[in-house]
């Protein structure tokens, strides 16, 4: 019976130190373009960056960012189009729409909403274009893919060393 009451005492003692110990405000790593914060973390402006880059090799957007089966882009897609707005403003680019919508008039519908998106943004549309298709990212090639389905479909295990995925 007394060596519950130990645990208990040094266990209330335990969370009562950890409490007290862990009141510093937690630090934000997506801090703007995301929103502003009180409490930046040092590496938020590298981890901006980062995204920066990825969003420019990806240059997309998705049925995701839309309210489903609407044309009306969602909080998500507002972000992402406001910040290729700001990115794309001296450059200009190709955003591609990637999407499996099989009703044409929506998808046309989508489209010209981010392109008056953008346009509201401060967008060039002289300089930026929306078209449907596939992201511009890293991709696979159809034959290396086939190849390595085949492969795991016959139980020879994922491509070698020697045999990279990507090109």
Do not use: W
């Amino acid at each position: 019976m007394m060596s519950l009451r130990a645990s208990l005492l040094s266990g209330t003692t335990l969370i009562i130190l950890l409490a007290g110990a862990c009141q510093e405000p937690t630090r934000r790593l997506n801090a703007p373009p995301q929103g502003a914060s009180n409490a930046p973390h040092p590496m938020q402006n590298d981890l901006n960056y980062m995204v920066d880059n990825a969003l420019l090799e990806d240059m997309c957007v998705s049925d995701i960012h839309f309210v489903p089966h609407t044309n009306q882009i969602n909080s998500l897609g507002a972000r992402r189009l406001n910040r290729y707005a700001e990115l794309l403003l001296n450059i200009g680019g190709t955003i591609h729409y990637d999407t499996s919508e099989r009703d044409e008039g929506l998808v046309d519908s989508r489209l010209e909403t981010m392109r008056e998106f953008l346009a509201d943004a401060g967008a060039d549309l002289s300089k930026v274009e929306v078209v449907p298709g596939l992201p511009r990212g890293r991709q696979t090639r159809a034959t290396k893919a086939i190849q390595t389905m085949e492969k795991d479909a016959s139980g020879g295990g994922s491509p070698s060393a020697d045999q990279p995925m990507f090109p």
